[in-house]
């Protein structure tokens, strides 16, 4: 498929108006690469005609970021500057609706040295978390992707030059967005969502206690989740002006928070991890007594380290998502180098901060309120997929009786 402004128009529309919902009079927070500016002006302009008052862009850059860890002192980078939480403060009191569009280079850190890295994202995010709590539940957001030529040619190596991968890529993201020249995305995403709320409302019935996973490659794990949690997927409501929003695209998943260092055994990944533009790959994960023990990685073990260690929170689980292998994403066939999209080819985990929303009432709780009930916290999510194609899931009920969820790597 050719993209023609058309066709990105279309995609526009669909993340303001759909993904973001913008609603008249808020303010919106847009954060893109300096590379795609003009669909950022595109963006910009879709959000002015859905009535927003403001829109403020955050421009980023790979180089800068790249140049940055490599030549200025750790303790630099890490102190969060008066003017940078004064923007947080803004925000808690705009409340704006934020558009994050992904097209990072996944090499851009590639060299960087990872304890760096991780040092300077902790310190950073220790002083920012209360910001974010803050505004939980209370704005909407969505993270949507718009590829970029460094992308593109890690994804998709033999193509025949940058033009060739550059539009490869755009077709595999058009497709798990579900945007083409003659349907009516709008429709599409709306018999999407009614699917996955469909299934949620399964899951949430049958007051399952504890999955179970099992696959071949040595995945053996048990998590128990929180009684009266709600397992949700596709799209959301903003607590405070009821708008019904997506907060990714695309997205497959169902997801819930179990209940935070309640879990045993090994997950193994399927998929690499890109975590701060760095690799890791070929790995799994064990936990005893609900928090991460030991890990083993083929590829960026020191890095895997440093991430189920960032806190205490960080080597516990904030979340368990369901996702079938027939999944668009899965589909296409190759490795996206972005959790946006690995995330939604098939189930994944996260180590790290669970979703107090999950709970009934959640989004008026506090954290440490949501915490007292099984919610993990932590600085970071993380997702890593753990989807094999042979993979059976158990839900097992509170007087033990097991239900099959998944077999096969899809619906039971």
Not at 35 to 47: G, P, S, T, V, Y
Not at 86 to 112: H, N, T, W, Y
Not at 229 to 254: C, D, H, K, L, Q
Not at 364 to 384: C, P, R, W, Y
Request: hydrophobic share 40%.
């Amino acid at each position: 498929m050719k993209i023609t402004d058309s066709i990105l128009g279309k995609y526009a529309r669909l993340i303001v108006r759909t993904g973001a919902n913008v609603q008249p009079g808020q303010v919106v927070q847009l954060t893109i690469s300096v590379e795609q500016h003009a669909f950022a002006a595109m963006l910009m302009e879709e959000c002015y005609k859905v009535g927003a008052k403001k829109v403020n862009v955050d421009w980023t850059f790979d180089t800068q970021s790249r140049l940055n860890y490599l030549y200025a002192e750790q303790e630099v980078l890490a102190k969060v500057l008066p003017w940078e939480e004064g923007k947080m403060k803004q925000m808690v009191e705009d409340l704006p609706c934020r558009i994050f569009i992904v097209s990072e280079d996944p090499d851009a850190m590639a060299g960087v040295d990872p304890q760096k890295l991780s040092s300077v994202m902790q310190s950073r995010a220790t002083v920012l978390k209360p910001y974010r709590n803050a505004i939980e539940g209370k704005h909407q957001w969505v993270i949507a992707a718009y590829p970029s030529v460094k992308w593109a040619m890690k994804c998709f190596p033999e193509a025949a030059d940058a033009e060739d991968a550059v539009e490869q890529l755009w077709n595999a993201i058009l497709k798990t967005v579900r945007v083409n020249e003659e349907n009516d995305p709008v429709a599409d995403w709306k018999a999407h969502t009614d699917f996955i709320e469909e299934k949620a409302a399964w899951l949430n019935a049958q007051g399952f206690s504890s999955l179970r996973y099992k696959s071949a490659n040595g995945t053996d794990f048990t998590v128990d989740l929180i009684p009266g949690a709600r397992w949700e997927g596709a799209g959301t409501v903003n607590s405070v002006n009821g708008a019904f929003y997506i907060p990714n695209m695309p997205t497959e998943e169902i997801f819930t928070s179990p209940i935070a260092g309640k879990c045993e055994g090994t997950l193994v990944a399927v998929k690499p991890l890109s975590w701060n533009s760095q690799i890791i790959d070929g790995f799994s994960i064990t936990f005893e007594n609900g928090k991460a023990v030991s890990c083993r990685a083929e590829k960026g073990q020191a890095l895997l380290e440093q991430m189920i260690h960032m806190d205490e929170g960080a080597s516990m689980l904030g979340e368990v998502a369901l996702v079938p292998k027939e999944s668009p994403v899965n589909q296409c066939g190759f490795l996206f180098y972005e959790t946006l999209f690995d995330e939604n080819a098939c189930c994944h985990c996260a180590v790290g901060m669970g979703f107090k929303e999950v709970l009934p009432g959640g989004d008026d709780l506090t954290m440490e309120q949501a915490k007292e009930q099984g919610i993990n916290d932590s600085i970071i999510h993380v997702d890593f997929m753990v989807g094999a194609d042979d993979l059976s899931i158990d839900g097992v009920r509170p007087d033990g009786t097991l239900v099959p969820v998944f077999r096969e790597g899809t619906w039971a």
